[in-house]
């Protein structure tokens, strides 16, 4: 029995090493952060991020970076997601490696939650100030009040220089200029570590005598009250006093030195303006929508009627930030993500300039490595195999329209 049991004890230790070892061996690098690993019909059904433009790849610290675009809140949006009633433009960066001076949803400057409504789109514009050397994966976020976190395209950016250099200056209404870096470090250090000192203090006082056994005995015999003599008392009213005194003098001489100050402010901000689209003057109807499984291709059978008066081609599919153009029509100028750009990766059949008043039905294939890299392929795991996402067609002048498709996507396996 003894043995049994001895063997078990050496065998669980065993396991346990075991495991802390794979812990501390197995760190996955991570390349995307984060989206990859959301529903893909949902990453799909809720923001279509187009147009996007970072006006720098590298940068000093110090040195700002803008990320501007436009964003599309999808009509079809889900269940599962709350409205986004009550939403806030983030960025997605591993801390504060930079920091955002400044964000805009149209004219409106953002630094609150605000409310979007369903079916709009919105130009948006960061402005982002460098603060820690390294690459950094920048996303365009949305937060969304009961819904989490909607990430949008990620870009590597590179600062370059030294974190002390860093300055964050603001000047007050009080006409004062600080550093939000530093500003207000030395206050908090001086009163938590005051409070720690006296609190350290009260217990030292205490502590120099015998603690536990003596005490213990002492109050089991009923002798507790020769444990506080007068001069106890004593200290603890000087505590007493000087504590209530320290706070008063504290806030005083706080309200001397602030006059003016203001509560946090906060408040959802409504009535953001959304950009007025014209109406596309081209038809679409999906007719159907597939992906094989396994496989990294997604294709659809589209009625396109071209109600406009010049003739177009249909340029680029984007669904979930991943844009498929078709290279024959149009090609990006933006410096857009590589690993989400599929620069050859829509096959348009027939691809031929459709005449203003006809219909055809083209077949297009959107196809590239992030279907699968971007885990859009696991909508075959979602509960709704339904898809989203935004085409672009060129006229023959160049102008773009864009027509927001939403059909069911069915998987194929044979
Ligand atoms: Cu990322």
Redesign the pocket.
């Known amino acids: 029995m003894k043995i049994l049991r001895d063997r078990i004890a050496r065998w669980s230790l065993v396991g346990v090493l075991l495991t802390l070892a794979a812990a501390v061996m197995y760190t996955p690098t ?6 990859k690993s959301q529903a893909a019909f949902l990453r799909m059904r809720t923001i279509h991020w187009f147009d996007l433009n970072w006006s720098k790849a590298s940068v000093n610290v110090n040195e700002e970076v803008e990320i501007s675009g436009k964003f599309h809140v999808f009509e079809g949006w889900p269940e599962s997601v709350d409205p986004p009633e009550v939403s806030f433009l983030n960025i ?1 960066i591993p801390g504060p490696t930079f920091i955002r001076k400044e964000s805009y949803i149209g004219d409106t400057f953002v630094p609150r939650s605000v409310r979007l409504e369903i079916g709009n789109t919105y130009t948006f514009r960061v402005v982002l100030k460098a603060r820690r050397p390294g690459e950094w ?3 365009t976020m949305l937060n969304v009040q009961g819904g989490g976190p909607i990430i949008g395209p ?1 870009k590597w950016i590179t600062v370059e220089g030294s974190m002390s250099d860093f300055r964050n200056p603001i000047t007050t209404l009080t006409g004062q200029t600080v550093d939000l870096e530093t500003y207000n470090l030395g206050n908090t250090y001086f009163w938590h570590a005051l409070w720690y000192a006296i609190g350290l203090a009260w217990m030292f006082y205490f502590i120099k005598n015998p603690v536990f056994l003596p005490r213990m005995v002492m109050v089991n015999a009923g002798r507790a009250d020769e444990l506080i003599t007068p001069t106890d008392k004593k200290v603890a009213m000087l505590f007493g006093a000087a504590t209530i005194l320290i706070v008063i003098f504290g806030m005083s001489s706080a309200n001397s030195k602030y006059p003016v100050t203001i509560p946090l402010q906060a408040g959802t901000l409504r009535g953001i303006k959304p950009i007025e689209l014209p109406p596309p003057s081209v038809d679409v109807k999906v007719e159907e929508a597939t992906y094989r499984v396994p496989g990294r291709a997604m294709k659809m059978v589209l009625t396109v009627t071209n109600n406009g008066d010049s003739a177009v081609q249909l340029c680029e599919f984007n669904t979930a930030s991943v844009r498929f153009m078709n290279p024959e029509v149009c090609e990006d100028d933006s410096g857009y993500p590589e690993d989400l750009l599929a620069d050859e990766g829509l096959t348009v059949v027939p691809n031929d300039p459709i005449a203003p008043g006809q219909t055809v039905t083209l077949e297009v294939t959107a196809s590239d490595a992030a279907w699968e890299v971007y885990r859009l392929a696991d909508i075959i795991y979602d509960p709704d195999s339904r898809m989203g996402g935004m085409l672009f067609f060129y006229d023959e002048a160049g102008n773009r329209q864009m027509v927001i498709i939403d059909a069911p996507l069915i998987p194929t396996f044979m």
């Open positions: 991570a390349s995307a952060h984060g989206e997605g994966h920048v996303h990620g």
